[in-house]
């Protein structure tokens, strides 16, 4: 029996990781930690995120800000971001810029007959959000040819659980930066069964004024924004949904 650790989107927010990493402790640990990209990005302390992650052992996957950061791709980015992009290269340098480039798209755990995949967004592509709702037409577009019978992501920061055409879809949402109406930070611990895997999200509280000071004081530019999103805790497009 293995138990996983799944920690996703941490967008340089420490404090919200340190949290994460001391409520998995309390709740008996994990053979494995795995963080599933948007590491450091649009945090105030990106590279001291990406350290910690050394330092406890974590396994890490890329996402779609790993790629911004690393130069990756030709995604055309808004003043602002691009200026978010270029502050957080600065702050981690050129060693971990290197290191994110090298990241892995997706990892694997376990045999074939048991498997479990961890990606960022889906195991096609690292920016699509997969919707609590998505389609059949979506999924199989997405997901169709994989054969993991459990798959774990981020990238769309509200948490579910949903089966589909039997294999087990896991939205472990976001340690920094959530998005689903709860201010606290959220992962996932998955527990090898012999029948598939067992999931159980956690919700962990964090000192959300202290990382909105980070923010302001931090010299990210437009740092009001970031701290604007961490406050709200929700996506805009949702706020007639999430109370």
Request: charge should be negative.
């Amino acid at each position: 029996m293995q138990r996983v650790a799944v920690l996703s989107d941490i967008h340089g927010n420490l404090v919200a990781l340190d949290a994460c990493l001391a409520d998995l402790v309390a709740q008996g640990g994990a053979d494995a930690i795995i963080a599933a990209g948007d590491l450091c990005l649009d945090g105030p302390r990106p590279k001291k995120v990406l350290q910690r992650l050394e330092e406890i052992g974590a396994k890490c996957i890329s996402g779609n800000t790993e790629r911004y950061l690393a130069g990756i791709g030709e995604e055309q980015h808004s003043s602002s971001e691009s200026a978010q992009i270029a502050w957080t290269r600065k702050q981690v340098g050129e060693k971990w810029l290197a290191w994110l480039h090298e990241l892995p798209f997706s990892l694997r755990v376990a045999d074939e007959e048991n498997e479990l995949l961890v990606v960022h967004a889906n195991p096609s592509n690292d920016e699509e959000h997969l919707w609590p709702d998505a389609d059949d037409a979506t999924l199989e577009r997405l997901i169709g040819e994989e054969c993991a019978k459990t798959i774990a992501f981020g990238h769309l920061h509200l948490p579910y659980v949903r089966h589909w055409r039997g294999r087990l879809l896991v939205n472990v949402a976001s340690v920094g930066l959530p998005k689903d109406g709860d201010a606290r930070a959220c992962y996932a611990i998955f527990t090898q069964r012999d029948g598939g895997w067992e999931v159980k999200h956690r919700r962990v509280t964090f000192d959300v004024k202290k990382v909105a000071t980070q923010l302001a004081d931090s010299g990210i530019p437009d740092s009001a924004e970031l701290v604007a999103s961490l406050r709200r805790h929700r996506y805009k497009r949702l706020k007639g949904y999430i109370p």
